[in-house]
T-cell receptor, first 111, second 118 residues
Framework: DAKTTQPNSMESNEEEPVHLPCNHSTISGTDYIHWYRQLPSQGPEYVIHGLTSNVNNRMASLAIAEDRKSSTLILHRATLRDAAVYYCILRAFLGGNQFYFGTGTSLTVIP | DAGVIQSPRHEVTEMGQEVTLRCKPISGHDYLFWYRQTMMRGLELLIYFNNNVPIDDSGMPEDRFSAKMPNASFSTLKIQPSEPRDSAVYFC????????????????FGDGTRLSIL
């Protein structure tokens, strides 16, 4: 699986938007971009995924660069409950449904 | 709907003892994954099953680790004999291949088993 690079940590003020970046310069044309998050003392939780087009769901938005070498997870209005480690993962189209997690970004939300 | 259920939530045992971790996947899911999480190595995929058959066990650290899935609703991860370096949080996850094996269905994780080997 291709590698992803994320900042180790980020901070955001409560009720402000948060942009979490991810670089994946070796992505192949059929790799999907997945985001999961892990709240303290819990298992990872699915957030969103996409291939080429930007994606929106009730939790977040995913903006994918035109060349697909980077993506950004957007939390439109951070709350204290969004404090978690966010993982950006590439999944090969024919990868057999497994995921390889990197080190992720630890998001701190400041009240 | 019930999520992925893992037991026990916490396990403390002495080195050399056999440890068995249990997982009940979400009903209808045909993929099951075992992960291990430590501060040093993060989240590591150990093994995964499809339709109860092990597909990739390349992440299993050594022969002391074994995993089974006797039926669609139950899986075990066994460590025998256990060592202090096996101390970690072990997660089980399941997903569905609804729409095809490459459908990008999300993985659903349990709350994990925190294992401490003294």
């Amino acid at each position: 699986d291709a590698k992803t690079t994320q900042p180790n940590s980020m901070e955001s003020n409560e009720e402000e938007p948060v942009h979490l970046p991810c670089n994946h310069s070796t992505i192949s044309g059929t790799d999907y971009i997945h985001w999961y998050r892990q709240l303290p003392s819990q298992g990872p939780e699915y957030v969103i995924h996409g291939l080429t087009s930007n994606v929106n769901n009730r939790m977040a938005s995913l903006a994918i660069a035109e060349d697909r070498k980077s993506s950004t997870l957007i939390l439109h209005r951070a709350t204290l409950r969004d404090a978690a480690v966010y993982y950006c993962i590439l999944r090969a189209f024919l990868g057999g449904n497994q995921f390889y997690f990197g080190t992720g970004t630890s998001l701190t939300v400041i009240p | 709907d019930a999520g992925v259920i893992q037991s026990p939530r916490h396990e403390v045992t002495e080195m050399g003892q056999e440890v068995t971790l249990r997982c009940k996947p979400i009903s209808g899911h045909d993929y099951l994954f075992w992960y291990r999480q430590t501060m040093m190595r993060g989240l590591e995929l150990l093994i995964y099953f499809n339709n109860n058959v092990p597909i990739d066990d390349s992440g299993m650290p050594e022969d002391r680790f074994s995993a089974k899935m006797p039926n669609a609703s139950f899986s075990t991860l066994k460590i025998q004999p256990s060592e202090p370096r096996d101390s970690a949080v072990y997660f089980c996850a399941s997903s569905s291949s609804l729409g095809g094996a490459d459908s990008n269905q999300p993985q659903h994780f349990g709350d994990g088993t925190r294992l401490s080997i003294l």
